[in-house]
C-alpha cells in the first residue's frame, strides 16, 4: 500500500520567515506532485516533479524531489500571508491513468 | 483558461436516495477521476476512467458507485444509495493523458447526506 506522509501537519509563521514542507512516500515513484487548496475551495496545481533532483521554482515557493529517499520538499522563502491555505503532496504509481495518494495536508497559517 | 466544471455545487439528499454528481473535464483531456474529501481530511483517489471505461478504482469505489461518460462532454459520478458517511466534498479532476501530467481539479460538489 502507497503511503504518503507529511509533517508537519500544522505550521503557524510569521510572515517573512522560511520553512519547509516535507513529504516522505513510501513505494518507488519518480512523480510527485504539490498541490494548494484554500478553504473551501478546490485543488490548485502548484509543482509536478517528474525525475530525481528535479527542482521547480514560482515565487516564494521552491519544490524539490529525492527518489532515493523517497522525499520531496516545498520550501517557502519570505513568508507573505496569502501563502496560508492547505499544501497537499501526492504520488501516483507508475504507469497508466493513476489515481493520485496524497497526504494529509499540511495547514500552514502565516501570521503579519 | 479551460476548467473543469462541477454541478451542483452543494446537495443534500437523504440516506438511502440515489445522487449523481456532474462533471465537465476540460474538452482535448482523455483521463477522468473522481475523488472525495471528508471534512478537514485528506484527498482520497475514487476511480480513474479512460477510453470509455474504469481504469483503476480504489476500495472505496464499492457497488454503491458507478461512472459514466453520457456524452462528450460530462461525466458523473452515481451513488445509488447513500449512507451518512459518504458525506465528503467530492472532485473531479481531467489530465490530458500524454504522459505524467498535472491533473486539472474541478471545484467540487458537496455532498450532505441526512
Known amino acids: 500500500e502507497l503511503k504518503v506522509e507529511q509533517n508537519p501537519l500544522f505550521l503557524s509563521m510569521q510572515e517573512g520567515k522560511n520553512y519547509t514542507i516535507y513529504c516522505n512516500y513510501s513505494?518507488?515513484?519518480?512523480?510527485l506532485y504539490w498541490y494548494r487548496q484554500d478553504p473551501g475551495k478546490s485543488l490548485e496545481s502548484l509543482f509536478v516533479?517528474?525525475?530525481?533532483?528535479a527542482v521547480k521554482q514560482e515565487g516564494r515557493l521552491m519544490a524539490s524531489l529525492d527518489t532515493k529517499a523517497r522525499l520531496s520538499t516545498l520550501h517557502i522563502t519570505a513568508a507573505v500571508h496569502d501563502l496560508s491555505a492547505t499544501y497537499f503532496c501526492?504520488?501516483?504509481?507508475?504507469?497508466?491513468?493513476?489515481?493520485?495518494?496524497f497526504g494529509k495536508g499540511t495547514h500552514l497559517i502565516i501570521q503579519p | 483558461e479551460p476548467e473543469v466544471t462541477q454541478t451542483p455545487s452543494h446537495q443534500v439528499t437523504q440516506m438511502g436516495q440515489e445522487v449523481i454528481l456532474r462533471c465537465v473535464p476540460i474538452s482535448n483531456h482523455l483521463y477522468f477521476y473522481w475523488y472525495r474529501q471528508i471534512l478537514g481530511q485528506k484527498v482520497e483517489f475514487l476511480v480513474s476512467f479512460y477510453n470509455n471505461e474504469i481504469s483503476e478504482k480504489s476500495e472505496i469505489f464499492d457497488d454503491q458507485f458507478s461512472v459514466e461518460r453520457p456524452d462528450g462532454s460530462n461525466f458523473t459520478l452515481k451513488i445509488r444509495s447513500t449512507k451518512l458517511e459518504d458525506s465528503a466534498m467530492y472532485f473531479c479532476?481531467?489530465?490530458?493523458?500524454?504522459?505524467?501530467?498535472?491533473?486539472?481539479f474541478g471545484p467540487g460538489t458537496r455532498l450532505l447526506v441526512l
Open positions: 513505494t518507488t515513484s519518480d512523480r
Open positions: 479532476a481531467s489530465s490530458p493523458g500524454t504522459g505524467p501530467e498535472t491533473q486539472y
Open positions: 516533479l517528474l525525475s530525481n533532483g
Open positions: 501526492a504520488v501516483d504509481r507508475l504507469g497508466g491513468a493513476d489515481g493520485l495518494t
